[in-house]
């Protein structure tokens, strides 16, 4: 319901009124639902009409929302404070309003911070300005040149030109344009801004597939011509050609005059995924995501919302973005973990794209080489359309993998890497390939304690170690982002040159690397290396080109990378994913490893993956040896409902945080006493989070369980309304579906 404008910070709403010049708006707040504002008479707004509204002292954006039925209550408009201005872009559509709705009311988030995803380029909001230009005019120069004649005989073919365009086509400085100018040789015109990307072709080339990928495009094609929702799963072994499958689906949705939405899990994904996407439409698709520069942001905001834009590949946000005529979805990597958001509205955007296309009534194919069991459980029963992929594109075949007992091949003395990757490591360089190392760990080393007294070196705010970072000289918490300079000597004894550093992360491995190899040309990839994003895409672009042999890196390996001579895959520590009490940790494991191994022998080269473990039998490592990710899912589903856990039930959670443990925990305590009793729900906790400490904050965590039919939302509700009010420093999350049991 929405509430009267002319009394903001009240806690009581009053319906919207029924007055034929006030409107309700959703506004950026964490408010309930929108507040009612009059309509000036010379204003005219509809539903998703973008505007801006007084809020107290400030003006803020807003969107003109639909109006809920009411039970007869009126406020006069003229008691309500009236809209400030309707900006002149496209409204949000009904299909997209719903959206936000529904999500809000999925995620228990308020449907203002919901609509701010979709409204995050306030400059857009105005038409973008036009620009000058130049057109050839009746007259002449007084004197003529050879660069005033290569212009005027450009000029004369009959476009219109910006003046840099002109210049530049011509050989010429922008000065000879300007004198010519200045002598009447040219008429001003205004343009329209250019597109921020051209427009792509589907029939720019014709599609490299064949067999298999030709029968799986083919069924998905069949869906989209049927018209209306649908959910495909591609499922597909590293290097069997799904994306050029699925760039069938967008070139069939561009030609029936729609657009297209491909999410992608990680930013450094999109250069190599860009020129891919180019070779195939001659064009590239627009980028959405957080590295792009405010002026481009507003342009692609603006044009997707006009329908000039009609592919964008981009991150999880992009699902908000105002599309014109939305047609199609694709969400790759759809397994990945980079799809849930876990700050201020909890989602997750892959399950989030399928109700979006459900809502708007198109399709949506989800692509991964290792899909997450729940979609794997859709596809079983029916509810999505499965297609297999088996066998990698071409000639090339998937690499040989095998096990290295740690056990029996243990490492040197103050070493990691056993002597079978060693020899496996030389061979493969010897031979002008490439070895990839993978190690999930960030820095040096995970722990440095002193070897005196036995002091571990932990985060002043947080319950976790600092992280030696050997190249930055610093020890830093990977939670907060606290860092400090190096130690040499313990503060609690005080005794210098006896400070261990325990455990490897990738920097260690890539010492170790050194000592063995000094002559191999090494690089080491990691999210925290300086650079950021540019120098990564630089980097995986000379792994490409083959100017490193070996490389050594985090789980930004794994995600979809195309190295030609890369035929060794070393797993460092394979069992890392396994240690914590996660209950999708098997999965996860099981997803990484597979896609990591899945780096060699893309282009069709003998390849192996050697995998050091501790735990041989394990059924991750055993399913991933064999091949049979089959056997591995089949498993895991059967576990998964034995405990009723997703797809089978259901999970929420709470973090309760304050700056003191007492009001975390009285907070908790009180919130499970609040909890309304429901059939086929259980309520866990409160029991202090396994990261007990972030940031200052203490945390304390209640955890729900219920059937698949249960009703989650209704009970959580429920108990955030009868449970004390958030006072002071205490801070309620809720999270549904949970994704991090951290």
């Known amino acids: 319901m929405a509430k009267d404008s002319t009394d903001l910070f009240g806690a009581l709403f009053d319906p919207a009124p029924v007055a034929r010049n006030s409107v309700p708006v959703l506004v950026p707040l964490p408010a309930p639902g929108p507040y009612s504002y009059a309509v000036p008479d010379d204003m005219v707004v509809e539903p998703g009409t973008v505007v801006q509204v007084p809020l107290g002292p400030r003006q803020v954006i807003g969107v003109v929302w639909d109006r809920e039925q009411d039970d007869g209550k009126t406020v006069d408009p003229k008691k309500l404070r009236p809209i400030t201005k309707a900006f002149d872009c496209p409204p949000l559509k009904a299909e997209m309003r719903r959206f936000i709705d529904w999500v809000a009311s999925y995620t228990l988030s308020p449907p203002g911070l919901v609509a701010r995803m979709a409204l995050r380029a306030p400059a857009a909001f105005d038409p973008e300005p036009m620009i000058e230009g130049l057109r050839l005019g009746e007259g002449r120069p007084e004197r003529m040149t050879p660069a005033r004649q290569r212009v005027i005989e450009l000029a004369g073919e009959g476009h219109t030109w910006t003046k840099s365009g002109l210049a530049h086509a011509a050989g010429v400085s922008t000065s000879v344009i300007d004198g010519l100018a200045k002598q009447g040789v040219f008429e001003t015109v205004f343009l329209p801004a250019p597109p921020v990307v051209a427009e792509p072709d589907p029939d720019y080339v014709e599609a490299r597939i064949e067999g298999p990928q030709k029968q799986a495009a083919s069924e998905i094609l069949e869906d989209q011509r049927k018209g209306g929702f649908s959910v495909s799963l591609i499922d597909g072994v590293t290097g069997s050609g799904k994306t050029e499958v699925y760039f069938e689906a967008v070139a069939e949705t561009l030609r029936q005059g729609k657009q297209v939405l491909i999410l992608l899990p990680e930013i450094a994904l999109t250069a190599a995924f860009l020129e891919r996407f180019q070779n195939r439409f001659g064009a590239k698709p627009a980028e959405w995501h957080s590295e792009l520069a405010p002026k481009t942001r507003e342009k692609v905001w603006r044009q997707t919302s006009t329908g ?435």
């Open 308 to 742: 000039e834009v009609r592919v964008v590949a981009g991150a999880r946000s992009a699902l908000f973005l105002p599309f014109d005529n939305l047609g199609l979805i694709i969400v790759d990597e759809e397994h990945d973990p980079a799809y849930k958001q876990e700050d201020r509205v909890f989602y997750n955007a892959r399950d989030m794209a399928v109700v979006r296309a459900r809502i708007a009534d198109f399709p949506v194919v989800l692509v991964s080489a290792t899909p997450s069991v729940e979609s794997q459980v859709n596809g079983n029963s029916g509810r999505y359309n499965l297609i297999h992929l088996h066998t990698r594109f071409g000639d090339a075949a998937m690499p040989d993998l095998h096990l290295v007992d740690m056990r029996r091949h243990p490492p040197e003395r103050g070493g990691f890497l056993s002597s079978v990757l060693l020899r496996g490591i030389g061979k493969t360089i010897e031979r002008g390939e490439q070895a990839l190392l993978f190690l999930n760990r960030r820095g040096y080393a995970p722990l440095t304690l002193c070897r005196v007294c036995g002091h571990r070196f932990q985060c002043p705010q947080c319950a976790s170690w600092l992280v030696e970072h050997r190249f930055r000289e610093q020890i830093q918490c990977h939670q907060c982002g606290y860092a400090e300079k190096t130690p040499d000597h313990c503060p609690e004894c005080g005794t210098f040159d006896h400070l261990a550093a325990c455990g490897p992360g990738v920097e260690r491995i890539a010492e170790e690397v050194e000592k063995h190899f000094p002559d191999a040309r090494t690089i080491l990839l990691s999210s925290d290396m300086p650079g950021g994003v540019k120098r990564l895409r630089l980097e995986l672009e000379a792994i490409a080109n083959g100017e490193v042999d070996i490389v050594i890196g985090t789980q930004l390996v794994a995600k979809g990378h195309n190295f030609p001579l890369m035929t060794l895959v070393g797993i460092v520590d394979a069992d890392l994913g396994l240690a914590n009490g996660d209950p999708r940790a098997a999965e996860r494991t099981f997803q990484l490893l597979s896609q990591v191994t899945g780096r060699a022998g893309r282009t069709g080269l003998k390849s192996h993956g050697l995998l050091q473990t501790y735990q041989p039998q394990h059924p991750v490592m055993q399913a991933i040896v064999s091949g049979d990710a089959g056997a591995f899912y089949d498993r895991e589903i059967i576990e998964r409902e034995k405990a009723m856990l997703p797809p089978f039930g259901r999970l929420a959670s709470i973090i309760v945080s304050a700056e003191t443990r007492a009001d975390a925990e009285t907070h908790a305590r009180a919130l499970r006493v609040a909890a309304p009793q429901a059939a086929g729900i259980a309520l866990l906790g409160p029991a202090e989070a396994p990261l007990a400490l972030i940031r200052g904050r203490y945390r304390f965590r209640l955890l729900v369980h219920g059937k698949r039919n249960s009703d989650m939302q209704g009970f959580m509700r429920a108990m955030l309304a009868n449970g004390p009010r958030e006072r002071g420093s205490i801070h309620v999350q809720v999270d549904i579906d949970p994704q991090s049991f951290l």
